[in-house]
Structures are given as structure tokens and as C-alpha cells.
């Protein structure tokens, strides 16, 4: 049996001043994280998710795994993370092709790659779906219990649907939230709904929500030019 993956989903980070690192890593990118609690903090980067975690204990960093995030300019962006007091490690460089990699450390001494590759694309598939799914959150839920049911949700669910490409959680204010997933048919989306009716994952995840009117939920289709 071979594994159906579906590409990058998550990058973790572990420091030690979550505070600190939500902010360096909001500067060094220029983006505000679209989750922040004391437990963890997420990014939005491009469509991938970049994570901080706590780390309560010291433990030695090693290279011997990378991941490369992908930019339009790699000198500017090497710039800005060393202008933000990042380390260096190999300043900007071609392998090959035109394709350019670099590498860094943040003050916590995780790795940060950064690459230009202009052979490589990742835009969602034209045609393909997009769920919204609004919902408040239970008075007895809390949000660490809903971040942490939406993540076995997506390990335990939605990774194994055919035609699932990523879900995002989304908070606007007080206790209203939205789940954003990415289909590629309408038909995906269709026979997922059907077959979170008898998810063990599925139904503990919804227990933390407010009934959910199922008229609120809508499909959009995205269309690529």
C-alpha cells in the first residue's frame, strides 16, 4: 500500500519565548499569524502553514532537516531575515537552473530555508472547491480543545477523503469561526459531508460547536487566470 500524501502541510518551530517568536516571525515574513493562543501559534505562508510551538526544554538543533520556503526574490528575503537578527548560514546561491536556495537560523536556532524556484507551482487547481463553513464555538468548548479536535479532524478524516487538498480555521471575533476547505470537485465535497455523519473525529470535533445550520454552509468554485 503506498501512501496518498498530499504534499506539505505544516512546518513547527519550537521556542522558547512564544511571545518573542510571534513577533520576530511576524516581522520577518510581514504577516500576522491567523492563530494565536499560549499553546500555539499559526501562520498562513502562501497557503502552507508555518507553526511556533513551546518548547519547555532545551534540546540541540541540528540541519539535518530543512524546509524551504518559496519566494519571489531570495535576496530581499534573505535580507530581511538577516535584518531582523537572523543568522546566517549560506547566504543566497544557484544550484542550478536559476533555482536559488539560502539558509538561515532565528534567535531560538531553527533552520529557515528560503528558495526561488521558478519551475515550481502551486496554485490550487482551477474548478476545484472551496467550503465554507461558518460556526460558533460551544459555551462549554474552549479554543485549545477546538484546535486540537480540528487537528485530529484533519489527521484522522479529512486527509483520507478522495479530493481533499487543505482546510484552514478561520476566527473573526468572540466566538464565531469558520472552517475553509479546499476540495477538488464539488463531488469531493459532497461525499466527504456524507461520510462525517458516521466519523468518530468528525462528531467530537462538531460537539464543541453551537448547533450548526447546514444552510450556512456554502461551495464557491475558484477560478484561475
Not at 38 to 61: A, D, Q, R, S, W
Not at 66 to 84: C, E, K, Q
Not at 166 to 194: F, G
Not at 203 to 216: G, I, W
Request: hydrophobic share 40%.
Amino acid at each position: 500500500m503506498n501512501i496518498e500524501a498530499k504534499g506539505l502541510r505544516t512546518t513547527i518551530y519550537k521556542v522558547d519565548d512564544l511571545a518573542a517568536a510571534t513577533e520576530w516571525y511576524s516581522k520577518a515574513f510581514g504577516t500576522k499569524p491567523y492563530f494565536n493562543e499560549p499553546f500555539y501559534v499559526g501562520f498562513n505562508i502562501g497557503g502552507y502553514e508555518l507553526g511556533l510551538l513551546p518548547e519547555k526544554t532545551e534540546t540541540p538543533k541540528t540541519t539535518n532537516i530543512l524546509s524551504y520556503w518559496g519566494v519571489d526574490d531570495i535576496t530581499d528575503a534573505y535580507d530581511i531575515m538577516i535584518s531582523n537578527d537572523a543568522i546566517e548560514l549560506e547566504s543566497p546561491q544557484d544550484v542550478g537552473d536559476g533555482v536559488m536556495v539560502a539558509l538561515v537560523k532565528d534567535p531560538w536556532q531553527n533552520v529557515i530555508g528560503l528558495i526561488y524556484n521558478p519551475y515550481f507551482k502551486t496554485e490550487t487547481p482551477e474548478n476545484s472547491i472551496i467550503e465554507w463553513a461558518p460556526f460558533e464555538l460551544a459555551d462549554h468548548a474552549t479554543k485549545e480543545e477546538l484546535f486540537n479536535a480540528g487537528m485530529r479532524l484533519e489527521k484522522e478524516f479529512l486527509i483520507k477523503q478522495p479530493g481533499f487538498i487543505k482546510r484552514e480555521l478561520l476566527h473573526k471575533q468572540s466566538n464565531q469561526w469558520v472552517d475553509l476547505i479546499y476540495w477538488e470537485s464539488e463531488t469531493a465535497a459532497q461525499a466527504a459531508k456524507d461520510a462525517c455523519k458516521t466519523n468518530e473525529a468528525a462528531e467530537a470535533y462538531f460537539s464543541l460547536m453551537k448547533s450548526v445550520d447546514e444552510t450556512s454552509i456554502k461551495h464557491y468554485s475558484i477560478i484561475n487566470k
